[in-house]
């Protein structure tokens, strides 16, 4: 008797199993491509991207709030640097907090941890970018960190993100993952290699040409047939992958024969004929040893 009745109760079980494999799990599904559209794209940066727009920024390496308020409308990005500086996450906080909803606040990254991205997208961070990017398992890891699920695991935790961005959207939740951008930068030999499988993980939006650490790392000056052929590896790799592509430095812009798949850029003009001004940050006049080209 006990038996049959553990029989019949793994019976009952595996029924029971077979009609909850038939009931779609919607919770736990990726939104179809008809969703995403329907979520407002409100990160501008993005928008300009998808649109095929060349798109630059304004390097800022030192706490400056007023700075940042003053340059944010007249960037297409606002490159706020931890890689390379001694600010805090609290400085990055105050300063994207005293303008919110102002420009498009993006962060160098120090390392590819979980906790510091859910910094910076607590914060109100529409963007991150991690330098120096060898392997798959880095990019998979600053994707994984930068979105909530089902399209990564970023943790849902206290932050001034909603109240940041209250007048663009009144659901953050649910629209910041299409809203985010996720760069990574190539900046080695190493990195040039496995350019394909780390341009196609899914969640990365696009791929940074580090232009001067691409020499640094590589040995070979920039010009030379060694370093334009990392640079050529690095952009073929990318468009065969389908994601957007940039370089650190803004020449890459114009007068090279592929300027035209350039897209995004560290420094560089204004995109209304703004002129920040001298000696604050790092802005247009500075950054991976470039100038901003000509208008």
């Not at 595996?14 to 919770?27: H, K, N, R, V």
Request: with cysteine.
């Amino acid at each position: 008797m006990k038996r049959m009745f553990g029989i019949k109760r793994a019976t009952a079980g595996s029924f029971l199993a077979f009609l909850l494999a038939g009931i779609p799990a919607i919770s736990q599904q990726p939104q179809s491509n008809a969703q995403q559209q329907k979520v407002k794209i409100f990160n501008t940066a993005k928008l300009k991207l998808m649109e095929g727009k060349q798109i630059f920024s304004y390097t800022i390496s030192r706490p400056d709030p007023a700075l940042y308020c003053e340059v944010a409308p007249h960037y297409d990005f606002i490159w706020l640097e931890m890689q390379h500086s001694t600010q805090t996450w609290a400085d990055l906080e105050k300063m994207i907090a005293t303008c919110p909803g102002v420009g498009v606040p993006m962060v160098r990254l120090p390392d590819e941890y979980e906790s510091t991205i859910q910094k910076a997208t607590d914060i109100g961070a529409l963007g991150v970018i991690e330098p120096t990017v060898d392997t798959v398992e880095k990019a998979e890891a600053v994707v994984q960190y930068a979105r909530y699920p089902p399209d990564g695991r970023r943790s849902q935790g206290g932050g001034q993100y909603s109240q940041v961005w209250a007048s663009k959207t009144d659901d953050y939740h649910n629209t910041i993952n299409q809203n985010m951008l996720v760069i990574v930068m190539i900046e080695t030999p190493v990195g040039v290699a496995n350019a394909y499988e780390i341009a196609r993980v899914p969640g990365v939006d696009g791929v940074l040409i580090a232009n001067t650490d691409l020499g640094n790392f590589s040995l070979s000056k920039p010009g030379s047939a060694e370093y334009e052929g990392l640079v050529k590896k690095i952009h073929d790799a990318t468009l065969k992958a389908g994601k957007w592509l940039g370089a650190t430095s803004p020449q890459y812009a114009s007068g090279r024969p592929d300027s035209k798949d350039m897209l995004f850029f560290q420094n560089g003009p204004s995109f209304d004929g703004y002129q920040p001004p001298v000696g604050r940050g790092r802005g247009a006049h500075g950054g991976r040893g470039a100038a901003a080209p000509p208008q």
